[in-house]
């Protein structure tokens, strides 16, 4: 004689709902993985100045944020550019890698993130100066033909003048770089306001990065271990307290 099925949700069924549920979750935090050079790198919860989640609702629109991802040494620029930032058509590297920019995530999708080791001569933000710079406002540079121009919302170094449009993937409106800055990849979760870093696309200059200023890394962040990756967090700084001097041009 069989058993009677008890009333309501039998073990099949439960466990059903509960993996539809992670999968859910799992598509709300995280986007889908840009093609070509993506690499993925440890999740790394952005936190404020005082150890606790930062949510997007917190950033200011057009202010500078720094950031390190993925290693604890190499800084990054977080920007609210305060209007949605749509996916962008192919970008190129210098060595002719295409890949696609997944555009700003958060309530407007006006959350962008970019690594801020210029690709001319990585050019960086350091304790005491940044070279390298957000600017919200209308600016001047001269476009890659040398011609005057104007633009707002770029990243503009002032060592040699390149200049990324932050709208449209960090590509080169202007100066010597010879391919935009490379990418990084945010999720954000609706249900806290939380912002997540996951991994880079575009061209990293990392090794290079390390190579170049390793001596120097090791004294400013304490530590000999310079290419360690960040881990399950990371600290976001308005880049005006990171910075003793802001250099504009």
Known sequence: MSKK???????????????????????????ARPKGQYKAYQRSLLIDEVQRPLRAADLLVGENYIFHYPYVTTPCFLVNLGAPAKPQVELRTEAGDSYRWQGGVGPNAAIVAFSAICAHKMTHPARAVSFINYRHERVRFQDKR???SEGSQLIHCCSE????????????????????LAAIQLA?????????????YGGEMFDKFF???????????????????????????????????????
Do not use: H, W
């Not at 949700?9 to 509960?18: A, D, H, L, Q, T």
């Not at 003048?161 to 391919?179: E, F, I, M, T």
């Open 146 to 148: 040398r011609r005057a």
């Open 5 to 31: 099925q008890p009333r309501g949700m039998n073990r099949r069924g439960f466990v059903k709902i509960c993996m539809t549920a992670l999968a859910a979750g799992a598509q709300s935090l995280a986007l």
């Open 211 to 249: 190579a170049k200023f390793a001596a120097r890394l090791q004294l400013e962040y304490l530590t000999s271990d310079v290419d360690r990756q960040v881990g399950a967090k990371t600290e976001v700084t308005p880049l005006d307290r990171y910075c003793k001097t802001r250099i504009l041009c």
């Open 188 to 200: 954000y979760d609706e249900s806290n306001d939380n912002l997540y870093a996951l991994g880079t």
């Open 161 to 180: 003048k390149s200049v990324y449009d932050a709208r449209n993937g960090a590509r080169v409106l202007g100066g010597p770089a010879k391919q935009p």
